[in-house]
């Protein structure tokens, strides 16, 4: 699921389209693993019993649903649902499903970009990026961004590239007849 062209503005074009790091969906695929091996027993050992079993059996299910749909599923949406996207004019975050959220922030804007690294992020190659911005809103906070130091110096890169386009068109010499 690509980040559709037609909310970009004219003349913008994405350079960087990202999603959070694959590590996020570690977790949940290990839970997947326990949850469907865990159901497999609860099967395979409640089959042969009789009314108190079937009712294990059921309210194994159940359980194993809920936490296949809450631990599992939700995440791997989110994480399928999340887009952050450099753009040679603005930094684009989209979050959610049903419930969508997002936060743009234009590169003139922007002040200072920082990350952080723990040790398991440097050793899975992501971060957290922060962006400092002139306006209210102030900072944006982009947890599990792949790669995050080439994603920072590449915001460097775009946010000087802006700025001279913006100088460039503020000096068009007029047309004086």
Same mark, same amino acid.
Request: include cysteine.
């Given at each position: 699921? %690509?980040?559709?062209?037609?909310?970009?503005?004219?003349?913008?074009?994405?350079?960087? *389209?990202?999603?959070?790091?694959?590590?996020?969906?570690?977790?949940? %695929?290990?839970?997947?693993?326990?949850?469907?091996?865990? $159901?497999?027993?609860?099967?395979?050992?409640?089959? $042969?019993?009789? $009314?108190? /079993?079937?009712?294990?059996?059921?309210?194994?299910?159940?359980?194993? #649903?809920?936490?296949?749909?809450?631990?599992?599923?939700? +995440?791997?949406?989110?994480? =399928?649902?999340? /887009?952050?996207?450099?753009?040679?004019?603005? @930094?684009?975050?989209?979050?959610? #499903?049903? /419930?969508?959220?997002?936060?743009?922030? +234009?590169?003139?804007? &922007?002040?200072?970009?920082? !990350?952080?690294?723990?040790? !398991?992020?440097? @050793?899975?190659?992501?971060?957290?990026?922060? &962006?400092?911005?002139?306006?209210?809103?102030?900072?944006? &906070? @982009? %947890?599990?961004? +792949? %790669?995050? *130091?080439? &994603?920072?110096?590449?915001? =460097?890169?775009? /946010?000087?590239?802006?700025?001279?386009?913006?100088?460039?068109?503020?000096? #068009? +010499?007029?047309?004086?007849?």
């Amino acid at each position: 699921m %690509a980040y559709p062209t037609k909310l970009l503005g004219d003349d913008e074009s994405i350079v960087h *389209e990202l999603r959070p790091h694959w590590r996020t969906l570690v977790g949940p %695929a290990l839970l997947l693993l326990v949850v469907a091996a865990g $159901t497999g027993f609860l099967l395979s050992w409640s089959s $042969t019993g009789g $009314t108190l /079993h079937s009712v294990l059996r059921w309210a194994g299910l159940a359980i194993a #649903l809920v936490g296949f749909v809450g631990w599992v599923l939700r +995440p791997f949406l989110n994480w =399928y649902t999340t /887009h952050y996207v450099l753009t040679d004019r603005r @930094i684009i975050v989209r979050t959610g #499903l049903l /419930h969508r959220e997002g936060r743009d922030m +234009p590169l003139s804007r &922007v002040n200072d970009v920082s !990350f952080r690294e723990s040790l !398991f992020d440097r @050793i899975f190659r992501c971060g957290t990026l922060m &962006v400092e911005s002139g306006s209210e809103q102030g900072q944006l &906070v @982009i %947890a599990n961004v +792949p %790669a995050v *130091e080439l &994603v920072q110096r590449e915001i =460097y890169r775009l /946010h000087d590239a802006d700025d001279e386009r913006r100088r460039g068109l503020g000096s #068009l +010499p007029s047309d004086r007849s």
